[in-house]
């Protein structure tokens, strides 16, 4: 939720020991594509924000030159790649060409220098050295197996096999050809009946023996001859039945160069969750020199043919321990920096000694990812030191509540069930301005839940954007100035109560909202009294509702209208209430209200089950509910007594011929209006729509298969109104688009063109900025010949550089003359083009 465009240039031109406030600049390095968040991405392109220093698996991509070479690193939801050439981040996303934001798997084909990826879906991309996106495979998700198609690890061929890689997924391992980009078998190693979660392959040679297909399953760990002309059939595959548990589910399996192997065992239980086990001469025992605990990861390093320079590498939630080839602990690192390491994936890269003419290889570095830090390198000689990159972001993906006020944006992360039960999210405040993210970690509340949980909603203060409050469903509302906690209002220093309800005692606050005069209005859930407002002068006002509310009713998100009326969702059915202060919020003798259902004399509404409410640039009040949006376009009418007709009203449209109502079958989740008085709906399983201002005609559709974002289910939607990005946040993170329509002047004064000048390679939108809302723009030569003629959606126009027969113009100067809706303000600036 965001607050309307028009309220930026029109109405305003213009305990500590409880929190702690990182800045998240987690590397030195930053992206060339995200140098900067806010300025001068073209008009139409997407842009992540998504957590980085969370990572997941990472792989050594070498090519034939140090320039090719760089980290593949994954995260929950997307790539990004490490240059050490040039010491600079690329990011890898669905912006980038991803298929989707759902990685699970990455691996990298050194003859052909391909970065493959795998995903939950079962899709498979390929991508070159320089992350540009090459082709997808879509065999797995298209095919008719049922069951979990996620690809689990990648094998690449090798030299012996080089046009091949094996894809270990959640039902049996697939191979493809990546010349002739097709699937050429697949294998189920206990049969398609009996299906068998993947978690990885390797293949391995045996002395004097031939090489074979090693897996690791849920269900033990199998081999196969490499040369088997069936493995398709289950009966080409044996289990390891010698193993302490041939049946439990194996994570890692490690070969030595002795013949030795080291398996990772998940044992289920809660004491003892991992099992570590050695083959040596024959026989299986414990592994040597390890306290029982959990496992994160093992790898293994060779320098030469000799036993002695084998190395393998152990990490549990706290350590990483480095064992010889005879399984003596060799080295023993706790944290990087201070940090626990949390390990998520390890790759060894050995150094180099020597003359020019006789160079060795020696042992010097374990990159690694990880919880915290992005990609992590620690020196394993002990003559060098640690170091890490990562790109800023997030600390999580979570997004409930958005809101931006010209730079600032604030997110809130935390969640409720269906039930409006607590999900206990711990992730704090985050948000960004500018280049720079802010988070603040909250620490212990007054309750008796552990911690502050689930910050449910932001609202910026239009008076100042450097001051927010947050609602928490717990501990009531918390105030930040300058990125710094400064008050935490609860049943002690607030009109808030709190109230039994998910199993504790709460305060939760479920709504808040800044008026035009920067009033700030809250809800608190399940309260006897569940409005209040705190006052510019810093006093408390509650709203006495009597019962209005009900026995079932009670309030969650708010909406201070610029008349003076607030709006208060009813969760789970309840409808609607509508608050008329009549304008003085300090006095509630003059105050009247109303709750507005489904009932035609109570309003009308489609859906007594409402998620959503915003107020667009005419007053009009848009309402999202289970059964669609609906628009109440004169809201006194809902103090009107006589009123015995609905006045709540849905949209209808014509549709491939047939008359119907505007999304009646989608649930509105989020709806927020643009500089253009256009609508933004997020709907929960159907992506984002752009209507136009009255809603009656679809601009835009975006879902996860037409455009970057990475899921249909849309939690919130924010304008950041300066520049016109949307903000939109989903159940896998947040996004950005930057739209065609930006914040408007009331008088032209500057206007602004970009790209400029616009180059040879260009193809997207040339914007351009500063104009008043329905603006007229025309585009000239320099010699005067009329080219185009724009109509701005706020304060943005946007030209797609044709002329009028639809040609590209050619190479010049072209000027720009533009004059408001009521032709009393006009400006004029001027671009180039060079084609």
């Not at 293949?203 to 199998?222: K, L, M």
């Not at 289920?268 to 050695?278: K, M, N, T, V, Y």
């Not at 790898?299 to 706290?318: V, Y």
């Not at 500018?434 to 552990?450: H, K, R, S, T």
């Amino acid at each position: 939720m965001t607050k309307a465009p028009i309220f930026q240039n029109c109405i305003f031109l213009g305990f500590a020991l409880l929190f702690q406030t990182f800045t998240l600049v987690f590397g030195q390095i930053s992206s060339a594509s995200g140098a900067s968040l806010q300025e001068n991405r073209p008009t139409g392109s997407w842009f992540d924000y998504f957590p980085y220093h969370r990572t997941e698996e990472l792989v050594h991509c070498q090519g034939v030159s140090s320039e090719t070479s760089f980290w593949a690193v994954r995260t929950a939801q997307a790539l990004f790649l490490y240059h050490e050439s040039d010491n600079s981040l690329q990011r890898l996303t669905t912006v980038e060409g991803m298929s989707g934001s759902n990685p699970t798997a990455i691996a990298w084909d050194a003859n052909s220098e391909l970065l493959i990826v795998g995903y939950a879906s079962g899709k498979l991309d390929l991508f070159s050295n320089t992350g540009e996106w090459l082709y997808t495979f879509n065999d797995i998700p298209q095919s008719n197996l049922i069951g979990d198609k996620s690809i689990l690890n990648i094998l690449w061929g090798g030299s012996e096999n080089p046009d091949m890689i094996f894809a270990a997924c959640g039902f049996g391992v697939v191979a493809l050809n990546i010349r002739t980009l097709d699937v050429r078998d697949t294998w189920y190693v206990e049969g398609q009946q009996n299906l068998r979660r993947c978690n990885g392959i390797s293949v391995h040679q045996r002395e004097e023996s031939e090489a074979v297909y090693v897996v690791w399953t849920d269900a033990g760990i199998f081999e196969a001859p490499v040369n088997h002309p069936f493995l398709s059939s289950p009966d080409a595959w044996m289990r390891w039945s010698d193993i302490p548990l041939e049946t439990a589910e194996y994570m890692h399996v490690i070969f030595a160069p002795d013949g030795d192997v080291v398996v990772h065992m998940k044992t289920g239980d809660i004491e003892s969750p991992d099992a570590l086990w050695l083959l040596d001469d024959g026989l299986w025992t414990a592994f040597p020199n390890w306290e029982e605990g959990v496992v994160l990861d093992l790898e293994a390093t060779q320098l030469n043919d000799t036993n002695q320079s084998w190395r393998l590498a152990i990490a549990d939630f706290q350590s990483i321990r480095l064992y010889n080839a005879e399984y003596e602990q060799v080295q023993l690192d706790y944290a990087a920096d201070g940090i626990p390491l949390r390990v998520s994936d390890m790759a060894f890269k050995n150094g180099h000694t020597g003359s020019e003419n006789e160079v060795e290889e020696s042992f010097q570095d374990l990159f690694i990812a990880n919880n915290e830090q992005g990609l992590l390198r620690m020196d394993i000689t002990g003559d060098g030191w640690d170091d890490h990159w990562v790109l800023d972001g997030p600390p999580v993906p979570l997004v409930r509540d958005i809101d931006a006020w010209n730079d600032r944006v604030w997110i809130a992360s935390g969640g409720i069930d269906g039930t409006w039960t607590s999900m206990y999210h711990k992730h704090g405040l985050y948000g960004f301005e500018g280049n720079n993210w802010q988070w603040i970690e909250l620490g212990d509340g007054e309750n008796d839940v552990l911690g502050i949980n689930d910050p449910m909603c932001v609202s910026i203060d239009p008076l100042n954007s450097d001051h927010a409050y947050f609602g928490t469903w717990e501990e009531g509302l918390i105030e930040v100035l300058n990125n710094e906690v400064v008050n935490l209002f609860n049943d002690v220093n607030s009109p808030l109560e709190q109230t039994e309800f998910g199993g504790s005692p709460r305060i939760g606050v479920g709504g808040v909202d800044f008026d035009a005069l920067g009033n700030l209005w809250f809800t608190n859930a399940y309260a006897d009294e569940g409005l209040h407002v705190r006052l510019q002068d810093g006093s408390f006002q509650t709203m006495g509702l009597g019962d209005a509310l009900g026995n079932d009713g009670w309030l969650g998100q708010v909406l201070a209208a610029r008349n003076g009326y607030i709006w208060c969702i009813m969760p789970r059915n309840q409808g609607l209430l509508v608050y008329d202060t009549n304008k003085t919020p300090e006095d509630t003798n003059d105050d009247d209200w109303r709750v507005l259902t489904s009932d035609p004399e109570k309003g009308g509404l489609p859906s007594d089950d409402v998620y959503s409410i915003e107020e667009d640039l005419d007053g009009e009040i848009w309402i999202g509910t289970a059964a669609g949006p609906c628009v109440i376009y004169l809201p006194s009418l809902a103090f009107e007594n006589s009123n015995e007709n609905p006045i709540a009203s849905q949209i209808l449209i014509q549709q491939d011929g047939n008359f119907q109502l505007l999304l009646e079958t989608e649930i509105i989740q989020s709806i927020c209006i643009d500089g253009g008085n256009r609508k933004w709906i997020g709907t929960q399983n159907s992506g984002v729509y752009l209507l136009s201002s009255d809603g009656t005609s679809q601009v835009l559709h975006f879902e996860a298969e037409n455009s970057p974002l990475p899921s249909d289910q849309i939690f919130d939607i924010a304008i950041n109104h300066r520049n016109g990005e949307v903000l939109i946040g989903t159940d896998r993170g947040l996004m950005g688009w930057r739209s065609d329509a930006q914040n408007f002047v009331v008088e032209i004064n500057e206007i602004r063109t970009y790209p400029n000048p616009v180059t040879a390679g260009f193809d997207g939108w040339i914007t351009i900025d500063g104009l008043a809302f329905e603006s007229t723009v025309h585009i000239t030569s320099s010699a005067g010949r009329s080219v185009a003629k724009l109509k701005s959606e706020g304060g943005r126009a946007v030209w797609d550089g044709l002329d009028w027969n639809g040609q590209p113009v050619g190479y010049g100067v072209y000027l720009v003359f533009a004059t408001d809706a009521e032709g009393k303000s006009a400006g004029t600036t001027k671009f180039a083009i060079m084609r």
